[in-house]
């Protein structure tokens, strides 16, 4: 993965959650908590420093910093 992203999302996807990055997507999960906590270990792999989450309508709902 590109070290120079600076955020992951989490977005919904139909009745499913996904986390993407600006090009690709990266996994899916059944609830936003689980694709909450993919986000934040692939980020911490990836050493992207913010995971994004998005409400169901895919507006921003807030940012979380993640300690690489």
Same mark, same amino acid.
């Given at each position: 993965? /590109? /070290?120079?992203?600076?955020?992951? *999302?989490?977005?919904?996807?139909? %009745? /499913? ?14 609830? @936003?908590? %689980?694709?909450?906590? =993919?986000? @934040?270990? =692939? ?10 989450? *998005? ?5 921003? %709902? @807030? *940012?979380?910093?993640?300690? /690489?």
């Amino acid at each position: 993965m /590109n /070290n120079s992203l600076n955020s992951l *999302h989490v977005v919904p996807l139909g %009745e /499913n959650w996904e986390v993407e990055s600006d090009a690709a997507t990266l996994g899916q999960a059944e609830s @936003k908590s %689980e694709a909450i906590e =993919l986000a @934040k270990e =692939l980020a911490t792999v990836a050493e992207v420093p913010n995971v994004t989450i *998005h409400t169901a309508d895919g507006s921003v %709902e @807030k *940012h979380i910093s993640v300690e /690489n």
